[in-house]
């Protein structure tokens, strides 16, 4: 038998599920549609099969073409195109994941979620991920799956395993929260226009879905009907009113709505903190975020109740950012103007360290992320200034350095640092 035959086979099969309007029930109709679910589940499983075998092949690449290319020539959606690619590649690696495919439990997008949220747990985590990890991660987020989850949801679910990892792994900085790679490109189109497109880390983006948030939102037109203005349109408006805010250099502040960005951190387990928009981030990033005047953290119990909001002299006062100012008047590390600064908690306010001047300082936000990520420390010296301490990748031996403002003067760094 051919394969035009087996298609003919299968072809008739559906047509058989498709009782006429006239004999059909509802346990008709839905046992139909779980059958044609089962066969969609099993048409994508061994359409990513078949893509491994193109590319394993080289059907496309001995005509200088790439194996998405030959898909999209074929009729494939470039976005399906990719999540074949994406889940052949998994097929050996992700065994468990490829058998309930196998069995049609399991939809294409669902798979592909999976895929992306192993691979984004092993972006994670400084170390390679080895089969057993592996094989524990595929669990959970199968699990997920069979509890009914989104492709969206099991994305997140993988987020918060990666930032578990992160937490716990020497130099397990995640690729979310790493601000070092962040990229912003704009380029002019040939009708004049410009083009713009981001790729941010977790803590940007949140402000940025924030703003689009509270400046893009649906407003009635002038008779009372719903906005005529498509998303991208009402998004791109938002981004208008946050340039002319911007130009406006703050004048008139009061009458300029503020964004409004929310930290929500579960008071029994802080790990698992989470942003609004941009969902779960690290403990090291949580630190950093309570010390953002520009943030609000929410702290709830184990039913998401929420115990308290902010403290009480959570933010350095007005006053006490003067003092700031005076006493370090720049980036103590990279002599960032303090105008761009953070007033950092030194003992990080999230475990009860204080808002005062002994406790505070300057830090710009690359330099914050530094002190948060990659093993700076900063600590207040004898001479009542802040001094930095390197990691050992930047200093085996780990010696103190002064505050930006200071490193011109002549001192004896330890005895005074001691």
Request: net charge negative.
């Amino acid at each position: 038998m051919s394969i035009i035959d087996d298609i003919s086979d299968i072809c008739a099969a559906v047509h058989r599920l498709c009782v006429d309007d006239d004999d059909m029930t509802g346990p008709l109709a839905f046992d139909a549609m779980r059958a044609l679910l089962t066969l969609r589940n099993l048409i994508d499983h061994h359409a990513a099969v078949l893509t491994a075998a193109l590319d394993r092949l080289r059907v496309a690449k001995d005509h200088g073409r790439s194996t998405r290319e030959l898909l999209i020539v074929m009729g494939v959606a470039p976005a399906v195109a990719q999540r074949l690619i994406r889940i052949a590649g998994s097929l050996t690696t992700l065994p468990t994941l490829a058998a309930h495919a196998a069995d049609g439990v399991i939809s294409g997008e669902h798979a592909d979620a999976i895929v992306r949220g192993i691979e984004h747990i092993g972006k994670r985590s400084p170390e390679p991920i080895d089969d057993t990890q592996r094989l524990n991660h595929v669990t959970d987020l199968l699990a997920q799956h069979f509890s009914g989850a989104t492709p969206a949801e099991i994305i997140d679910r993988a987020r918060t395993l990666g930032n578990l990892i992160a937490d716990d792994t020497l130099g397990g900085v995640p690729a979310a929260e790493d601000r070092s790679i962040n990229t912003l490109t704009k380029s002019k189109t040939t009708d004049g226009r410009i083009h713009v497109e981001a790729d941010l880390d977790v803590e940007v983006g949140e402000k940025f879905q924030a703003a689009m948030e509270r400046h893009g939102a649906p407003r009635p037109e002038p008779d009372g009907s719903p906005d005529a203005r498509s998303t991208e349109r009402r998004l791109a408006d938002a981004l208008e009113t946050i340039l002319d805010i911007a130009a406006a250099g703050g004048n008139d502040a009061a009458m300029v709505p503020r964004t409004h960005v929310l930290l929500t951190i579960p008071a029994d387990n802080p790990r698992l903190s989470e942003l609004e928009h941009m969902g779960s981030v690290t403990r090291a990033t949580m630190n950093r975020l309570a010390c953002d005047p520009t943030i609000t953290p929410l702290l709830v119990d184990g039913e998401t109740v929420p115990l308290d909001v902010g403290r009480d002299k959570r933010l350095f006062t007005p006053a006490q950012r003067t003092a700031l100012y005076i006493r370090d008047r720049c980036c103590i590390k990279c002599g960032a103007p303090a105008e761009r600064c953070h007033a950092h908690h030194i003992d990080h306010w999230s475990q009860g360290g204080d808002t005062c001047l002994e406790n505070g300082c300057l830090l710009c936000p690359s330099c914050h992320a530094d002190v948060h990520h990659n093993g700076w420390e900063v600590f207040i010296g004898a001479d009542h200034h802040p001094w930095l301490t390197p990691p050992a990748t930047v200093d085996p031996h780990r010696r103190p350095v002064p505050s930006y403002n200071r490193r011109t003067l002549t001192l004896d760094a330890v005895a005074v640092a001691a």
